[in-house]
T-cell receptor, first 113, second 115 residues
Framework: KAGVTQTPRYLIKTRGQQVTLSCSPI?????VSWYQQTPGQGLQFLFE???????NKGNFPGRFSGRQFSNSRSEMNVSTLELGDSALYLC????????????FGPGTRLTVT | AQKITQTQPGMFVQEKEAVTLDCTYD???????LFWYKQPSSGEMIFLIY??????QNATEGRYSLNFQKARKSANLVISASQLGDSAMYFC????????????FGTGTSLTVIP
């Protein structure tokens, strides 16, 4: 079974631009969660999608948004990028509505200059 | 509020020795799950072990075991017979209740295995 895939793996953007990150969950998984990892703040939950609906949302500004498609693939968008958005963005998928495991992708490393 | 605390920023262990990584948690929910993940320098998070709040037995997965002390709200990870490949960041995480898959993570412990 293929694991969670994230594209692109690395990205460099300029302040003020917007960016879209993609995540393909493990086949059959319906829950996709997004996390931001920085040296200063650690791993912080952004949001979770289940069956195309946002089920949980972390404490991030509205510049951070996401969506999930009918095939469970998910995208995350960040508008008006700031230097502080530089981070590793991790996507995780789970098998059911309440699964006891999350499987993480390799992450997208975003650098904002 | 939900919180995970890992008080050991860095740990060293001799190869083939056992090591304990500490984790305490705080939640008022009765139903929760506790997880440990390993993050090598490559960045990918690797699931190691899970303990449910209602599980009476401590979880074990190969060389990993979780020392679950509910009254103390601690969920320490024990790695037996350390190997060089165990050198990585280790994160303790918690999921609370039935509200989906929002995980709360600790700040991590960097483990270095010395030959």
């Amino acid at each position: 079974k293929a694991g969670v895939t994230q594209t692109p793996r690395y990205l460099i953007k300029t302040r003020g631009q917007q960016v879209t990150l993609s995540c393909s969950p493990i086949s059959g998984h319906r829950s996709v969660s997004w996390y931001q990892q920085t040296p200063g703040q650690g791993l912080q939950f952004l949001f979770e999608y289940f069956s195309e609906t946002q089920r949980n949302k972390g404490n991030f500004p509205g510049r951070f948004s996401g969506r999930q498609f009918s095939n469970s693939r998910s995208e995350m968008n960040v508008s008006t990028l700031e230097l502080g958005d530089s981070a590793l963005y991790l996507c995780a998928s789970s098998g059911g509505s309440y699964s006891y495991e999350q499987y993480f992708g390799p992450g997208t490393r975003l650098t904002v200059t | 509020a939900q919180k995970i605390t890992q008080t050991q920023p860095g740990m060293f262990v001799q190869e083939k020795e056992a090591v304990t990584l500490d984790c305490t948690y705080d939640t008022s929910d009765q139903s929760y799950g506790l997880f440990w993940y390993k993050q090598p320098s490559s960045g990918e998070m690797i699931f190691l072990i899970y303990q449910g709040s209602y599980d009476e037995q401590n979880a074990t997965e190969g060389r990993y075991s979780l020392n679950f002390q509910k009254a103390r709200k601690s969920a320490n990870l024990v790695i037996s017979a350390s190997q060089l490949g165990d050198s990585a960041m280790y994160f303790c995480a918690m999921r609370v209740g039935d509200t989906g898959n929002q995980f709360y993570f600790g700040t991590g412990t960097s483990l270095t295995v010395i030959p």
